[in-house]
């Protein structure tokens, strides 16, 4: 199947609806409506009832003259056009491998319901200096190391943090938790019980500093840059910029013209090995009664796990 994103070109505005795939099991047309906005259709045997509407994609059920029933995705935020090519995408292929026994139309919304729920946190504000930052060094982390390590799926798929997970990065051999400190700051803060515990896997703590610059600093670069950055090397992997745009979502990350006032400089990557003896609070160590922690780690006191042979410690580029 031709890529979304270059389909659209093909249409005119208010030209009627083609067909996705004469080959597909399930009636799915794609069009642009009167105004230019995007939509796309399915054809049903009955009515289906529709999700709340949302900020980026309006969802309308409605009879056609021949008694049967058009399900419609309409594209309203113009700006994540991108995003709504690769919803399409998944929607449509995940229409071809449905049971015949299924119910089309119920399952169609059910899996739009993900997607609503991953680009309503991109409306939920901007993200706070403290979560931006976060997101910069999530990313650095999975630029340098993650990607040449794993290579990219299997690190886009590693990359949980976004997802509400306890550590951020979780593979088969290791699992990572990255903080970004402030230049002169050795403390970060641990969220939980659960976030240095290793359970039975590799932890390494991940501290990457960024200092703050200037706009016409050498080196200098804003949350947008480096999204740009990674998104350059996914181009030519449909599957993975489709995963790295959904974790960008799931961070509550939308391209704003705000975040390009936070300007930072690479200050370098410390990395811990969180092993017996390391100071922390893990959660099968709690005493009966104490619920949900959250505290401040010295990483002073980290200094005989830091990891120091492989050149981490470095700062610059």
């Known amino acids: 199947m031709i890529p979304f994103e270059s389909r659209w070109e093909t249409l005119e505005p208010g030209r009627g609806f083609q067909r996705v795939d004469e080959g597909h099991p399930l009636d799915f047309y794609f069009g642009l409506d009167v105004s230019g906005e995007r939509v796309l259709l399915l054809v049903t045997e009955r009515e289906v009832g529709v999700p709340a509407q949302t900020q ?142 290793d359970a039975g896997r590799p932890l390494q703590l991940i501290a990457v500093t960024l200092n703050p610059a200037e706009r016409i600093d050498n080196d200098a670069f804003c949350l947008p840059d480096v999204v740009t950055d990674m998104l350059k090397k996914f181009e030519h992997d ?19 013209e705000e975040y390009r006032s936070h300007v930072y400089k690479f200050g370098g990557f410390r990395r811990f090995n969180v092993s017996e003896g390391f100071p922390r609070i893990v959660h099968s160590h709690l005493p009966s009664g104490i619920g949900r922690v959250m505290y401040d780690l010295d990483l002073a006191a980290c200094l005989p796990f830091e990891i120091v042979d492989d050149g981490e410690k470095t700062s610059g580029n």
């Open 238 to 256: 449909p599957v993975a910029l489709t995963l790295f745009e959904e974790r960008l979502i799931s961070a509550g990350y939308f391209d704003r």
């Open 56 to 197: 980026a994609i309006q969802v309308l059920c409605r009879q056609r003259h021949d008694d049967r029933w058009a399900l419609m995705f309409r594209l309203v935020r113009p700006e994540l056009g991108r995003i709504f090519s690769h919803l399409c995408e998944d929607i449509i292929e995940f229409g071809r491998k449905l049971p015949e026994e299924s119910k089309p139309a119920e399952a169609v919304i059910m899996r739009f319901a993900r997607w609503q729920r991953l680009l309503e946190r991109s409306y939920a504000g901007l993200l706070d200096e403290s979560a931006l930052r976060g997101l910069i060094g999530e990313l650095m982390f999975l630029d340098r190391f993650a990607l040449p390590t794993y290579g990219s799926i299997p690190a886009l798929e590693g990359w949980v943090g976004p997802l509400d997970a306890e550590q951020d990065f979780r593979y088969p051999n290791g699992v990572f938790e990255v903080k970004t400190l402030r230049p002169g700051v050795t403390t970060v803060k641990i969220s939980s019980a659960e976030q240095l515990e």
